[in-house]
């Protein structure tokens, strides 16, 4: 049911991919995530983007335009991110059972990225997609690692957890066809000491973390209030809105490095529905990100 995998990011999502690449060339995913700068989609497939709506901070799904897409007869996989990076939502139940609903009875299989899951703020509850019912656990795959929350990516250890033997079998010569079946026995013993005894460990990280997602929303309040943040629910990424001044995103990325020191990632890395919007790693010392939004305070008030 648990297969091991030495791929991280698209590596190991691109094993899942091939499963449906004979079948369709289209594929669904929501608007502004994580899924949109990975090279094997952009290449491989025909994308189907369905719509997140941006409004008082936060994003909600269209599911109009969800159903829409779904119905398309050439789309035949949905690539959910949850939590949503870089949206910094939590998906709730009934989000997630509706988006699983409409993709069962449309006959589009899920493809489940949780990769943050261990990385939720209070209020709100992770919950993987393939418990919602048996229905969606046999017609979804999940990809997870311990490589976001315990920060070893460098040990290349990732999860795929596939209940139907059949797509277990495909993706598990798909590993093989890729060379990425292998994992090395550092990673293995991070990912049990991690599982096993890391959650001391995360409960402070994650406390630490809330600290500097109410740090950087009170410093923006007082000094930045023309940049709204979005409220994170889960995820260490920041997302900032950035259209009051007037540049491209990939513009003041690149300004922002070459004179002010500062290196975020613009929102366009996330498709078009990005722009606008950077992005801010808030998984750091208090210190280094106090030192992060004074230059971004003093090159915008350099402007």
Known sequence: MVGRSGATGSSTHRVSYRQYRPLSKHLLFRATGFWCRHPYIIVSFRRSVTTLVYADGTYTIDFDDFEKKAADPRVKLFLLCNPHN?????????????????????????VADEIHCELVFPGNIYIPFASLS????????TCNSPSKAFNIAGLQIANIIVPDNDMRTRIDRAININEVCDVNPFGVEALIAAYNEGEEWLSQLLAYLKGNDDFMWDFCRQNLPQFPLTRLEGTYLEWMDCKTIGLASAELEKRLIDEAGLWLNAGTMYGAEGEGFMRWNIACPRSRLTEGLERFRQYISSL
Request: charged share 20%; proline share 6%; with cysteine.
């Open 134 to 141: 048996p229905e969606f656990s046999s017609h979804s795959v």
């Open 86 to 110: 870089p949206g910094g939502r939590v998906w709730t139940r009934e989000e997630l059972t509706r988006m699983g609903a409409i993709c069962i009875r449309n006959g589009v299989y899920i």
